[in-house]
C-alpha cells in the first residue's frame, strides 16, 4: 500500500524517539497505565485505643517508600501534638521519614470515647498513665504496622521523640513492644517474623523519671541490653530546675553499659526552657535531634519484610 502523500513516513529510528518522547513527557508509569506514587501529604486520623478511646494523630506520610523510617513523636505535660507540628512534622517528611504526632488521652483532640464520653487533663487519674502506654501507644503501633504492610514505610527503622512528662510512658511502650515474642513460624528464633521490637531510636528532652504506674529506671533496665542496639538521646537545659536532677540520674543510668558508648547522645543546653518549648526553641537541639534519627533510623540498614505470620499469609 502508497502511504498517503500527507502522511510523513517515520523510520523505526524516528518511532524510538516519539516514544521515548511519549514516556519523558508523561512518566514511565503513566506511559504504561500504572499511577505514580502519591506525594507526601499531612493527614489527621483517629485511632481506636483496645480500652475504648479515640486518640488523634497527625500523619505526615511517606507513600510508596517502603523503606521510609518512622518517627513517633509524644507531647508532654499539658501540651499537645500541635506545639511539635510546625516545628518538627514538616522539617522531618522533607527529609524522608514518615511521622506521627501524637495527642495522648485527655490531650489536645484525644478527648473521647468510642462512648461519646469527653474528659480533659482535669480528669486524669494515675492509672491512665500506664493506659497511655499499654493502649495509646500501641494502637498507633497499630497503624505504623498497617502502613508498613502498605509499603509506606518500615517500621523495623522505628524512633519515639518524647518529653518530659511522655518520657517514662514512650519507655514502658517501649519496653511492651520489645517484649513481644516472635510468631512461632520458623524453625529457628532468627526466622520468626517479628511481632515487636521495632523502636531502635529513643529521643527524650527534659526527661523526668517516674510517673504513678510508669517508672522509666524499670523499663530501661531490658531496653539498655547492648544485645539490643538501641541508640538514646537525651538533651535538657542546665538551668532547667525542674528537671535537671532527673536528667542527670537519666544520663548516668544510659551510660551504665560501656558497650552502648557510641549508641547514646547526652546533650545539655544553656537554656532554662523545658520540654517542647526547649526543642523547638533551641536551634541546635533540633540540628543535634536531626543528626542522631539520621545515623541512627535513616541509615540503619533493616529491610522491609512482610509481618504477617507465616502460617496466615
Not at 524512633?159 to 510512658?169: L, Q, T
Amino acid at each position: 500500500m502508497t502511504p498517503h502523500p500527507s502522511l510523513p513516513i517515520l523510520s523505526r529510528r524516528s518511532f524510538s524517539i516519539a516514544m521515548l518522547t511519549l514516556v519523558s513527557a508523561t512518566g514511565l508509569n503513566t506511559a504504561f497505565g500504572a499511577q505514580p506514587p502519591a506525594a507526601p501529604a499531612v493527614e489527621q486520623k483517629q485511632l481506636t485505643t483496645g480500652d475504648g478511646w479515640l486518640i488523634s494523630v497527625e500523619y505526615y506520610s511517606q507513600p510508596g517508600m517502603q523503606d521510609a523510617p518512622v518517627i513517633m513523636i509524644v507531647h508532654g505535660e499539658n501540651s499537645n501534638a500541635l506545639a511539635w507540628k510546625n516545628d518538627y512534622g514538616k522539617t522531618l517528611q522533607e527529609l524522608g521519614y514518615a511521622v506521627v504526632i501524637v495527642d495522648l488521652r485527655m490531650h489536645g483532640n484525644s478527648k473521647t470515647t468510642v462512648n461519646g464520653q469527653k474528659f480533659d487533663t482535669t480528669d486524669l487519674r494515675p492509672n491512665q498513665y500506664p493506659n497511655m502506654a499499654g493502649f495509646d501507644l500501641e494502637a498507633v503501633k497499630n497503624f505504623l504496622l498497617d502502613e508498613h504492610q502498605k509499603k509506606n514505610l518500615n517500621v523495623r527503622k522505628l524512633g519515639i521523640i518524647a518529653s518530659d512528662m511522655s518520657v517514662p510512658i514512650a519507655l514502658a511502650f517501649a519496653e511492651l513492644d520489645w517484649n513481644k515474642l516472635p510468631y512461632d513460624d520458623a524453625p529457628t528464633a532468627m526466622m520468626r517474623t517479628p511481632r515487636g521490637q521495632d523502636v531502635h531510636a529513643i529521643a527524650m528532652i527534659s526527661p523526668i523519671m517516674q510517673l504513678p504506674g510508669v517508672n522509666a529506671n524499670v523499663s530501661l533496665r531490658g531496653l539498655t541490653a547492648p544485645v539490643r542496639q538501641i541508640a538514646f538521646f537525651s538533651a535538657y537545659g542546665t538551668q532547667d530546675t525542674a528537671t535537671v536532677k532527673q536528667a542527670e540520674r537519666l544520663d548516668k543510668v544510659l551510660q551504665a553499659h560501656q558497650e552502648n558508648k557510641a549508641r547514646v547522645v547526652l546533650k545539655q543546653y544553656d537554656s532554662n526552657l523545658n520540654g517542647v518549648a526547649l526543642a523547638t526553641r533551641t536551634p541546635q537541639l533540633k540540628k543535634d535531634l536531626i543528626e542522631f534519627f539520621d545515623k541512627n533510623l535513616m541509615k540503619y540498614d533493616v529491610l522491609w519484610q512482610d509481618r504477617r505470620s507465616r502460617l496466615s499469609r
